[in-house]
């Protein structure tokens, strides 16, 4: 589907949408899930945990922010990120919305 096609979609399925691209790496669930461990900022420590280089590293995490799931601070030269609590749980809401509308014993195949 190309980007110009959005727009005729709901604002949920958008946002939904938003947040499923930014869980689709395997890069950015480990950048998510070493800001949740830490529970504080990170900002230089996130390459060092990573097996990617400091470029690829940034361009996941501007993914990440564009979706609204981290937030970043400028410290001097450094930019420090953590989780955005309160896009965070829109994102658990509407994620476990969707899994939920399965209906479960459905018969299918």
């Not at 096609?5 to 958008?14: A, L």
């Not at 938003?18 to 996130?46: E, F, M, Q, S, T």
């Not at 981290?70 to 609590?85: L, N, Q, R, S, T």
Request: hydrophobic letters at 40%; glycine letters at 6%.
């Amino acid at each position: 589907m190309g980007v110009t096609k959005s727009h005729e979609f709901g604002v949920k399925e958008n946002q939904l949408a938003k947040y499923a691209k930014a869980l689709a790496h395997p890069a950015r669930v480990a950048i998510l899930n070493l800001l949740a461990k830490r529970k504080a900022c990170i900002c230089g420590d996130i390459v060092d945990e990573l097996p990617l280089s400091q470029s690829t590293v940034s361009q996941h995490l501007k993914e990440l922010k564009e979706a609204g799931l981290i937030k970043g601070d400028i410290e001097g030269a450094k930019v420090c990120y953590c989780i955005d609590e309160k896009e965070w749980k829109a994102a658990q809401v509407q994620l476990n919305k969707f899994f939920d509308n399965l209906q479960s014993g459905a018969k299918c195949c």
